[in-house]
């Protein structure tokens, strides 16, 4: 594959195409990475770095007869073109989050109490039993991460130790470990057993976790549904709300992992709010790279500054200089600008062995 680009028989981000479907760990990802080896994001990285080298050649012949005052370069037409390569660098950075969840997967945090199936859920999703259950409160003391497949999309499924008050040093690390699970999650599922009452400290405790992860998708979702009585079930389906707190108000969906009720509609609803803050329609061009996504940032930023010195007056050689600074940026993407510890770093990841 390196010999492929240094042959100039496929651009940078094609090399890392390869390595990405090398490791690709569920279909979307695969689809990435072939989306990517196919050449699409070259192209159209491509297409408008060859409206700013236009762009740029033009402002820089008009700097070689300064002397002439000869205009080569309409301002106006400068000006849009500009605009329409920054929005289209917009929407490859607006694709990096969807992007980044398919290639590398969504970290979906499962928490709550001590015995609130937890663990029983995260063995139900996978279909193994991964995690040890019991009816001994805290026995999951550490996080335990598990990958699981679901409509395509990689899981990374953490159970944590359940939230209480604790003088076991042990366990208090493992709440200590789950609070922070939270703050990096991409999707929050609270599970909290129907069987136990909600009390105004747990709504306290529910509270302060959504305030912890205002921008992550956050699940309420009832537990252990089977154990009620019917008549707790009818009251529990008909939202019966009988104070201020009542968990049927804010519950998004009830389950039992014991008898699968309700177990295929969270996997779906896990997976819709996980991409529902993404612009992802599985056709457009995706950004999986941290390292596009920089170098987009980068370009971006250039173009900004460009843009802005044009509606300014700054004279072309400013321009220029910002202009130069954009093109650099954007071919380290493709390849036509690099280095050896780029390369380096890029074609270590397909060291798989013998």
Known sequence: TQRAFLNGKLGLEQAEAVADLIHARSAKAVDAANQQLSGSLGAYVKEFRQQIIDATAMIELELDFIEEDVEFANKEQLQQLLQDVKTAIHRLLE????????????KTVLIGRPNAGKSTLLNALVGTDRAIVTDIAGTTRDTVDVEWNHGGLLFRLIDTAGLRETEDRVEAEGVRRSQAAVKEADVIVYLRDLNEPFTTEEMSELEDLQASATDTPFLCIGTQYDRLTKTEQQVHDEHAISEENDWSSIEDQHISAATGEGLKELKDRIKEVAMSQTHFDGDSLLVTSS???????????????????????????????????????????TGEITNEDILDSIFSRFCIGK
Not at 95 to 106: F, H, N, W
Request: no cysteine; glycine share 10%; charged share 25%.
């Open 95 to 106: 694709s990096y989050e969807a992007g980044r969840l398919v290639k590398d997967g969504i």
């Open 291 to 333: 390292r596009h996504r920089d170098a987009l940032e980068k370009t971006l930023n250039h173009v900004e500054a460009a843009l802005n010195g044009l509606m300014s007056g700054l004279t072309g050689d400013f321009l220029a200089i910002d202009l130069r600074a954009a093109l650099q940026s954007l071919g380290t993407i």
